[in-house]
């Protein structure tokens, strides 16, 4: 019988599938800057890392998909692109790509 409706394992398996780089846990500082057009900086926390970008959770709602920004990571300031934005509650999580 066909349901529309999967349950939560075959909902992360089709997600899994999606992914083309392996994600790595990590725990650390992000900040975002962003200029519109004042310069300011959004703190943020890492969620996990892959080869080729990260997601980071934060309290700035405003960000888009295909904006390109500078962030800063461990001292070091690299320029990123959004990908995708997701609201939690209170928190938004995003996921960007090393530009």
């Not at 999967?6 to 200029?35: P, T, Y």
């Amino acid at each position: 019988m066909f349901s529309f409706f999967k349950s939560n394992r075959e909902q992360s398996a089709a997600v899994d599938e999606r992914r083309r780089e392996e994600r790595i846990a990590v725990q650390g500082e992000v900040v975002l800057i962003l200029e519109t057009p004042q310069i300011f900086e959004v703190r943020g926390r890492l969620l996990d890392r892959s080869s080729s970008g990260f997601r980071a959770s934060h309290m700035y709602p405003a960000l888009t998909s295909g904006q390109v920004i500078r962030c800063r990571l461990e001292g070091v300031e690299i320029l990123v692109r959004v990908v995708w934005n997701r609201i939690i509650e209170e928190e938004v999580e995003s996921g960007f790509m090393v530009v």
